[in-house]
């Protein structure tokens, strides 16, 4: 049996917030990112991932995995055992929020 999680990565609520914390997903059978802006202003998000241990040792070492420059629902490959999100300090009114379903 499995289980759904979701969570906001980065509210347009966190103004001075560029980059998330990073979220263990390494349980993800399934993963969505939706990138919703409130603002007119064209918004690049970046989904970056880490196979580092991350929970006896900090992540040191993190890869690009997709750059989303429009506001949608999006899938992304599982697989990564990290994930955070960047973005532009222009883009403060962008929020990202993930969903994974877990077997």
Known sequence: MGYERSWVALSSAQTSTYTSNPFLVADAATLSVSVITAAAVSSTVTIQGSNDDGLSASIANWSTVTGIT?????TIDPGARWLRVQRGSLDSATSVKFQTWCS
Request: glycine residues 20%; without cysteine; charged residues 0%.
């Open 70 to 74: 429009a506001p949608g629902l999006y």
